[in-house]
């Protein structure tokens, strides 16, 4: 461990026990926040409406006739916001004098100004503009517009988020010019355990359609999941996350569809929940499919992919404590673009996750809840090569077995402090089998890592500080190669000003570690599925990182924007980097180690022009290279651009809009990375939403690329071989009754 690092933290232990130490606040009477929430366009009653006090994190359901009711609201100044899938409305601010009650009305409308909600960033709901970190919050009826098999498909596109591709099928969120381990992938707060960090021609089992929404975190609160998501959290929240705090009665649920023309994209899922009393259950699956998509240039061939999947669960949550256990089941194939040993490659896989959660709550002592999770996860994966008459030759099998357990203490708020802290630990087995004569590319190896972290606020009437501090040891056995184990310690602290009612300026720092993966220790062997003969190095050195972001939000009622800054320094960064040989007739890259530097910006905006004619603008931008030389890294998204108008009138909306993108030409010469040319893309998107009492519908249509234009994906491994897709056109379909 660095002594600078213990330097660095002193300070930051020192402001926590002292925030521990501050005095009672005097006892003052509580109030009553209640009202009714309406459809905007009808004026009916919205049944299973959630309204929000935002500073509190408390949450009321709307009943049949749409009333809601906080009590014992302590006095103090909140803003206040309700909300519906797809669905919204003006938030407003109330300041509570003592036992003074209030009233607030709200009525829902469909608008381009959503109050993205999350729970990945402090485990519990909070209002996206409150947070001390940058996140984006997709929702279900958003997720149906842009519906892929692949999570990095259905997330491309959002602000500083590209897809890695190695075909369609295997499609990963980039985020900030990083990728792989230093992005984290969860759903419902617990990691994947699939490979899909670890190579490109790998996929994540998350199927976007039985999600309720995708946020994206990047922050000081990423180390509640890994000291290693330097990039940041993608996850997928199914609801889960939310049951021991609100047990919900009755049934509720969501079916999604989709068709499309390129390709011949079709699929369906439903997921539906049942609560009565103290106990919840839940169930639903799906799949989806599709053929070689078509490239102006003709078809690519085995781009096709589908993807099946079930999940089922059921738990009991009562005043004091909870319980549930629950088995999500994902199976899939898809084919590699491309071709690898002169033979087309496609990888199956299998997905078995068996989570345990149980917990104590509302303890009145300084720690108020525990949580507790037990994740195992199977996965497996089999690369095949498809030789003549479509025999199957089976290359590798990939296995990885990991058990994860994860404890939570949340602290009872004590005057203006709140928090969590818990502890974290992986066991993990990897293999490699090698059914044929391509040689092992990686040893059988156990894994084992540990942590303990922490995550504090501080609110004051206009100010919210966030630090948190995660130790982590990290340690590989492999067979008959030298086992390696790293330690360290990461951490970090934001603050959040609020500058006007409707204005913030945001200022995060963190400096954290990330230990070598497994894969870039030892591998070292043909990857056929990634077209590359891979070499490890059993010498690296672990990574540390330090950096600095800094936003600047803006939200009223008829704008919100965003712009985000960030300077990432990186020492003893990792990256695969092409030697420009060709050996056992595949690319040799090896696993490489530097200084680096990442410098980038985010900018968006929605504003209403005029009335229900609203303007939709965002641009992106992220320079990586190595220090010492000025050499840019490998495969670094180029600078993008997009602008659209959004027609609205009532539940109907018309969204055109043209993505721009830059020519890359900072290229890894070294290893023969090529220049992308810029492109310009048009997009044609509409939808329908159709709210209803008990039920809410939303279709959709995309046409994508409708110019036919050819363009290449600069972070994509085989650009040269798959270009991306031309002319096509999807709709969806999303109803969800409560």
């Known amino acids: 461990m660095y002594r600078s690092d213990l330097k660095y933290f002193r300070a930051i232990l020192i402001v926590i026990i002292c925030s521990l130490f501050q005095g009672a606040v005097w006892a003052q009477p ?120 692949a999570i990095g498909e259905v997330l491309d596109g959002q602000s500083g988020v590209s897809k890695r591709s190695f075909g369609s099928g295997n499609a990963r969120p980039v985020i900030r010019g990083f990728d792989g381990d230093r992005v984290l992938v969860l759903q419902d707060g617990v990691r994947t355990g699939s490979l899909g960090a670890t190579a490109a021609d790998h996929s994540e089992p998350v199927d976007a359609t039985n999600v309720e929404r995708l946020e994206i975190l990047k922050g000081p609160s990423t180390l509640l999941y890994g000291s290693n998501a330097v990039g940041g959290v993608v996850n997928a929240v199914t609801g889960r996350q939310d049951y021991e705090h609100e047990p919900r009665q009755g049934l509720r649920g969501q079916i999604t569809s989709v068709v499309g023309s390129n390709g011949g994209q079709a699929g369906t899922s439903a997921n ?24 102006p240039l003709g078809t690519v061939e085995n781009s096709k992919t589908r993807v099946n999947n079930a999940r089922v669960g059921g738990g009991w949550f009562g005043d004091k404590g909870f319980t549930s256990i629950g088995y999500d089941f994902s199976d899939g194939r898809f084919g590699v673009p491309g071709y690898s040993l002169n033979d087309p490659i496609e990888n199956d896989f299998q997905w078995n996750k068996f989570q345990f959660s149980g917990g104590l709550k509302n303890l009145g002592s ?49 005057g203006r402090l709140s928090g969590s802290f818990g502890f974290w630990g992986l066991d993990r087995k990897y293999d490699v089998f090698d059914p044929g004569s391509l040689g092992s590319l990686s040893p059988p190896t156990d894994q084992n890592s540990f942590a303990f972290f922490g995550l504090e606020e501080l609110t004051f009437d206009r100010v919210k500080v ?158 990586a290279a190595l220090t010492t030389s000025g050499v840019p890294l490998p495969r670094i998204p180029p600078l993008r651009a997009r602008v659209g108008l959004d027609f609205r009138h009532k539940g109907f909306s018309f969204n055109p809009e043209v993505v721009l993108t830059d020519d890359q030409d900072r290229v890894y010469t070294t290893g023969g990375e090529t220049r992308t040319s810029g ?46 897709k031309g002319r096509g056109i999807r709709f969806s379909y999303v109803v969800k009754f409560f």
């Open 272 to 295: 539906a929940e049942f609560g009565d009393g103290n106990w919840l259950f839940w169930g639903g699956g799906g799949g989806q499919r599709s053929g070689d998509y078509q490239s």
């Open 366 to 414: 300084f720690v108020d809840t525990f949580r507790l999770s037990l994740t195992y996860v199977d996965w497996w994966h089999k690369e095949l090569a498809i030789l003549e008459g479509n025999v199957e030759d089976l290359t590798y099998i990939f296995s990885n077995e990991q058990f994860v357990y994860r404890g939570v203490f949340e602290q009872t708020p004590k």
């Open 679 to 724: 492109h310009s893309v048009i997009n044609l998107k509409a939808s329908y939403t159709l709210p209803r009492r008990h039920f809410s519908h939303h279709f959709s249509m995309n046409a994508f690329n409708v110019g036919d234009r050819l363009y290449r994906n600069h972070v994509s491994f085989i650009k040269g071989l798959a270009p991306e």
């Open 30 to 149: 509580d109030a009553i926040v209640q009202g009714q929430v309406t459809f905007k366009v009808n004026k009916e009653p919205v049944y299973r409406a959630q309204v929000m006090l935002v500073q509190l994190g408390r949450i009321a359901e709307t009943d049949e006739e749409g009333h809601y009711i906080f009590n014992e609201v302590p006095p103090g100044v909140y803003d206040v916001i309700a909300y519906l899938t797809g669905l919204s409305a003006p938030g407003q601010t109330i300041d509570i004098s003592s036992g003074q009650n209030q009233t607030l009305n709200f009525a829902l409308s469909i608008s381009p100004l959503k109050h993205e909600l999350t729970v990945t960033a402090g485990l519990r709901k909070e209002s996206a503009f409150e947070t001390v970190q940058s996140v984006t919050s997709v929702d279900a009826f958003e997720i149906a517009e842009n519906l892929s098999t």
């Open 466 to 623: 966030q630090f948190g501090a995660r130790v982590e040891r990290t340690e590989y056995h492999p067979k008959a190669k030298t086992s390696r184990k790293f330690d360290g310690l990461s951490g970090g602290i934001g603050v959040r000003f609020r500058l006007t009612e409707t204005l913030a300026f945001v200022a995060n720092y963190t400096g954290s570690y990330r230990a070598p993966s497994l894969e870039e220790l030892y591998n070292h062997g043909p990857h056929p599925g990634l077209s590359s003969y891979e070499i490890g190095n059993q010498n690296l050195k672990r990574e540390r990182s330090h950096s600095f972001d800094f936003s600047l939000r803006q939200s009223s009622e008829r704008m919100q924007s965003q712009a985000n800054f960030f300077y990432y320094p990186i020492r003893d960064f990792i990256f695969l980097a092409p030697t420009g040989s060709i050996r056992e007739g595949l690319v040799e890259a090896i696993h490489s180690q530097g200084d680096v530097r990442f410098l980038g910006a985010e900018f968006s905006v929605n504003r209403e022009l005029r009335d229900q004619i609203w303007l939709d603008f965002g641009l992106d931008w992220v320079d």
